[in-house]
């Protein structure tokens, strides 16, 4: 920990975030869900903003993956028109923008809102709205922040080179990449490899999700198979890493026996990296890590034993999201919070994690580095760290 500084949650809200992995169906207002489900007569499970923000939250962390899943049923189902797709997304900008957040990827898969008879185009177009109308009431506000969509296929489903197509059609006009979600185990993302190869010869971004609930070769075929740009969580890397001479999973377990509750005290010298592992650290290749929500999936046992941490003393290119604010009940605030309280974070750190997310950016070049020096480091500055 490199900096000395006294890390307040007021510090921590101001401070310039970058988020790369945050869904857009995960990130619904608990009022707006409330209200558009009333407008279509769609029955929620509970009544009430604040009831129905614990409903989400508690399902969320229910260890039931059917109860998780059910959660998107809700928010997907009041996204199924142009005026609730533009009010989401220009919601979802808004609270961003709010929480110090001045640059974001925000995702979505068009073919779960066709529903209401919108086209995939409709889609897109209609998000995109909501999106530049967020940006410039932000602007107004006094809290620019600028949000670049990723269009995501389902694993399961066989619509991925229609999306694919769909996000070069509209890569000037606001759709920053591709990218594959779903479950991972059965569904490798090579039965998507048209739509990756596609993608490459159009000179396109995209990112996986990868390494949450499945290991190794999930990881290896994203990379290796498909070229993805990026990992989505990626955490599962931890597989291919030993720490004093045991493999994670057995380490953790005995660590957390005789009490260790961080990586503070854990010898880089005693870490070794396997073959994928040190490929992904040596490649640069970024990780969309996602701490709460890792918690909740059981992809990782606590905040101060994420390996979000160790994979930072590493120097992997690990970046920090929000996966999804609304059943996680999170913030990239209290992302922040959590690291700091947690697992010994300080500015410092959240100034190099911010800094590895606007370098990962699916944006050009010049544009990237020029928030990286016109905003996230004169940002920090004004928070006090040199």
Not at 118 to 128: K, T
Not at 167 to 179: C, I, L, T, W
Request: net charge negative.
């Amino acid at each position: 920990m490199s900096a000395v500084v006294s890390v307040s949650e007021d510090v921590l809200r101001r401070a310039p975030k970058v988020v790369l992995h945050d869904h857009l169906d995960g990130g619904v207002r608990p009022a707006t869900v409330a209200e558009l489900a009333d407008r279509i007569g769609h029955t929620l499970p509970a009544q009430g903003a604040d009831a129905l923000a614990d409903w989400f939250r508690d399902s969320a962390d229910s260890g039931s993956l059917v109860r998780y899943l059910e959660t998107f049923e809700h928010t997907v189902a009041v996204m199924q028109t142009t005026e609730g797709l533009r009010r989401i997304a220009r919601e979802s900008v808004l609270d961003l923008a709010a929480d110090g957040v001045v640059y974001a990827e925000s995702r979505y898969a068009p073919e779960q809102h066709l529903d209401g008879g919108l086209r995939l185009a409709q889609v897109v177009e209609a998000v995109n709205e909501g999106f530049r109308e967020g940006e410039e009431q932000a602007a107004a506000a006094g809290t620019p922040i600028r949000v670049r969509a990723l269009l995501t296929a389902m694993r399961h489903a066989a619509n991925s080179a229609e999306i694919a197509e769909l996000a070069v059609r509209y890569r000037d006009d606001g759709v920053a990449g591709f990218d594959i979600a779903g479950a991972e185990a059965g569904y490798p993302p090579t039965r998507h490899l048209a739509a990756f190869e596609y993608l490459r010869r159009e000179n396109a971004h995209f990112t996986i999700h990868a390494g949450e609930a499945f290991g190794l070769k999930s990881i290896w075929e994203a990379i290796q198979w498909c070229g993805a740009d990026r990992l989505g969580h990626g955490v599962r890397i931890m597989d291919d890493i030993t720490i004093e001479g045991l493999p994670f999973a057995e380490w953790l377990p005995a660590a957390q026996a005789r009490g260790v509750t961080s990586y503070d005290d854990v010898d880089l010298g005693s870490v070794y990296l396997g073959l994928l592992a040190a490929y992904v650290r040596d490649r640069r290749i970024p990780l969309e890590m996602c701490p709460s929500s890792n918690i909740q999936t059981g992809a990782a046992v606590s905040v101060g034993l994420h390996p979000i941490t160790l994979l930072k003393r590493l120097r992997f290119r690990v970046t920090l999201n929000t996966d999804n604010r609304l059943m996680s009940g999170t913030t990239m605030t209290r992302e922040t919070t959590l690291l700091t309280q947690e697992a010994g974070w300080d500015l410092a750190d959240l100034r190099w994690v911010t800094v590895n997310a606007m370098k990962s950016a699916f944006l050009p070049f010049d544009q990237r580095l020029a928030i990286i020096e016109g905003t996230v480091k004169p940002g920090y500055a004004a928070l006090g760290l040199a």
